[in-house]
């Protein structure tokens, strides 16, 4: 028995020992520090990929055409239609992640910046402005999937008559995987899946690197594998903005970044020069389909008048709504004199056919000799060109220009005077009567040396 007491006791004793050392144990460990914001993540954000639509021409990166404006009925410009308001619609394409879910990203923003210099054309009208931004659009989180977006644009427009150009709605849309809203508009027209809408995945193959700029690290594989995540790890927004008709056709600097509602701001994703080149084109609008000479006497000369206003539609102005310096040129059938039995040419049936008149080769009932006069004033409405040609029916369209050399110059979005006379020719024996024929009037690219004014 007392064998057995000594046994017990020395049990108890190791027990004893082991609780003391386990008691001990947690002095020995380190001490971890945690922390967190709740409703704010300190986490920036991180960009994968921009890019933008619609793609107008076939050349490397995004190239995109103005939009020709297109007055109203007597030259006014309040109202217009969405198709003819000078407003391109463009749209944006921006692709972010975060390390701790979408939901933390709460703005992006846009940025579209004039080049840091300008040829000497666009640098007349618009030097000041190198290196500037064109417009910022800065896009907000209102709900777990809504979004709202302004517009900054420091540059207001005018239309030729003064009105006031006001920049049209602006939208945003989140693209989400596997839903109907998972579509590109890749011909920025506002339906979705027509012509050559993609989802995101196909869309990232389609437009290519050409067209899209990623974040380090990321392409079309890994761009997509983050969207499609489930949940998901990067948000596709697509951001509209838009594109004033009257500005220089140069390359423009794309810039996006986003951030989280505590202001922790991704680094900046360019476009790295894909993006946004915004084509040259000249075009040409008249506020007049008809010009009437009057009577003339054989030997005379009769003029219609023109002015520089498209609001005066009886008085002759062309308009250069595109946004590149332009020439104009003329030219003429012959105008034949109308006489009853004349059913060889249908008058109705346009310039094309007018050789098929019964007189268009009778002298005596033909006129072809014809004048056009071209006026360049400055912004004050001063006169800094003019020239005027006498030219023959049926030859290659003529430039109007100063002394037969220098093109006058037709600015762009600044309406001219325009005036066209008529000569009937001495020693022709012309019958008196009513005559008529067709005037074509058209532009080309302006090759003079006359600069633009404001």
């Not at 945003?172 to 339906?191: F, K, Q």
């Not at 325009?418 to 008196?432: D, R, Y």
């Not at 003079?448 to 404001?454: A, I, R, Y």
């Amino acid at each position: 028995m007392e064998v057995n007491k000594q046994v017990k006791k020395l049990i108890l004793t190791i027990l004893a020992v082991i609780a003391i050392l386990a008691m001990s144990a947690p002095a020995m460990a380190d001490t971890v520090d945690t922390q967190v914001q709740v409703g704010q993540d300190g986490t920036a954000p991180y960009m994968i990929a921009v890019t933008m639509t619609p793609d107008n021409t076939v050349a490397t990166g995004v190239q995109v055409d103005p939009e020709f404006a297109i007055p109203n009925a007597g030259g006014t410009f309040t109202g217009l239609n969405a198709a003819s308001d000078g407003w391109k619609l463009v749209k944006f394409y921006v692709e972010v992640g975060h390390q701790n879910g979408i939901s933390n990203i709460d703005n992006v923003a846009i940025d579209v910046l004039y080049p840091a210099s300008f040829n000497a054309e666009d640098a007349a009208l618009f030097g000041a402005r190198a290196g500037l931004l064109k417009f910022e659009i800065n896009v907000n989180r209102v709900s777990e999937s809504g979004w709202t977006s302004q517009i900054t644009y420091p540059y207001p427009g005018t239309y030729p008559d003064s009105t006031n150009a006001t920049v049209p709605a602006l939208a945003v849309r989140e693209l989400v995987y596997n839903t109907p809203s998972d579509i590109v508009d890749v011909n920025a027209d506002n339906v979705l899946g027509n012509d050559s809408d993609k989802n995101w995945h196909d869309f990232l193959t389609y437009w290519g690197t050409d067209r899209i700029n990623y974040g380090s690290g990321f392409d079309a594989v890994t761009a997509f594998d983050k969207y499609q995540f489930n949940p998901s790890q990067a948000l596709v927004l697509e951001i509209c903005g838009w594109m004033w008709f009257h500005q220089p056709g140069v390359k423009y600097t794309v810039e996006a970044k986003a951030a989280t509602l505590a202001g922790a701001t991704s680094p900046v994703l360019n476009d790295g020069g894909k993006f946004l080149n915004y084509n040259r084109v000249v075009g040409l609008y008249t506020d007049f389909d008809t010009v009437n000479y009057g009577s003339v006497n054989v030997g005379g000369v009769s003029w219609a008048a023109g002015d520089r206003f498209l609001t005066t539609p009886t008085q002759t102005t062309v308009w250069n709504n595109g946004n590149a310096s332009a020439q104009l040129l003329v030219s003429s059938t012959k105008m034949v004199k109308h006489i009853a039995g004349d059913t060889g040419w249908d008058w109705a049936a346009g310039a094309t056919n007018i050789q098929n008149s019964l007189y268009y080769n009778s002298a005596a009932k033909t006129v072809v000799t014809f004048d056009a006069e071209l006026y360049y004033a400055n912004g004050a409405g001063q006169t800094i060109q003019y020239g005027t040609i006498v030219y023959l029916a049926d030859t290659p369209a003529t430039v109007i220009t100063v002394n037969g050399t220098n093109p006058v110059l037709l600015q762009s979005c600044r309406p001219a005077k325009i005036q066209f006379s008529v000569h009937p020719e001495l020693g022709e024996g012309q019958e008196a009567g009513a005559y008529s024929g067709f005037l074509t009037v058209s532009v080309a690219p302006y090759t003079g040396t006359q600069l633009p004014t404001p």
